[in-house]
């Protein structure tokens, strides 16, 4: 076997270990997806409200990140400029992360492990924006040199910054939550904790 063999088995290998993780992440993220839609809590919220479990905050990030590192590996690969584009959107991400949290983290119900969450329309505009930035990625970056490549490299890197911030200040204000809660016998519709 030569050179150029081995590593296109390797690169297969590769593949087929992205192509299983990514399945992983999928099926969790659709079981936990389904379980909190299915909890009898939702039938007691207000309109624009709805109970996630909490696993689904841990899970997302992870899948996040898997999906855009395949979507930017031959950039990221392709040079130092890329990886500092990267690092730059995780960082500007990570504030986006933060305030969605806050904006959209209304409660717990710690005993079912769920995490009660505003609906927003935001989530709809950064889902579109992940799309469209999927699809020019595909189409506008033939040369990885130019600088809407590397902007749309920041920008993809930016949706990981905020899903992991995202995901760590819905866990850290869910605990809190749950803390108060339980000093104080609270039920679900207590005040939030500062």
Same mark, same amino acid.
């Given at each position: 076997m030569n050179n150029a063999q081995t590593e296109s088995a390797a690169v297969q290998d590769a593949n087929i270990v992205v192509a299983l993780v990514v399945l992983a992440l999928f099926v969790a993220v659709i079981v936990l997806v389904r379980r909190g839609r299915r909890d009898p809590v939702n039938n007691e919220l207000p309109r624009g409200q709805r109970a996630?479990?909490?696993?689904?905050? =841990? #899970?997302?990030? =992870?899948?996040d990140l898997v999906v855009v590192v395949v979507v930017l590996w031959a950039e990221l690969t392709s040079g130092w400029a890329h990886v500092?584009?990267?690092?730059?959107?995780?960082?500007?991400?990570?504030?986006?992360?933060?305030?969605?949290?806050?904006?959209?983290?209304?409660?717990? #119900?710690? %005993?079912?492990?769920?995490?009660?969450?505003?609906?927003?329309?935001? %989530?709809?505009v950064l889902l579109a924006f992940l799309l469209g930035v999927n699809i020019a990625s595909h189409y506008l970056t033939a040369d990885t040199t130019s600088v809407f490549s590397l902007i749309l490299t920041a920008?993809?890197?930016?949706? #990981?910054?905020?899903?992991?911030?995202r995901s760590a200040s819905m866990t850290v204000r869910y605990r809190r939550w749950s803390a108060s809660a339980a000093r104080r016998g609270a039920t679900e519709d207590s005040q939030q904790p500062s």
């Open positions: 996630r479990p909490i696993a689904l905050e =841990w #899970v997302e990030p =992870w899948l500092m584009a990267a690092i730059i959107g995780v960082i500007l991400g990570a504030p986006i992360g933060y305030v969605r949290a806050r904006t959209m983290f209304v409660g717990a #119900v710690p %005993e079912r492990n769920l995490v009660i969450m505003r609906r927003s329309g935001l %989530e709809y920008l993809i890197a930016l949706l #990981v910054g905020e899903a992991f911030v």
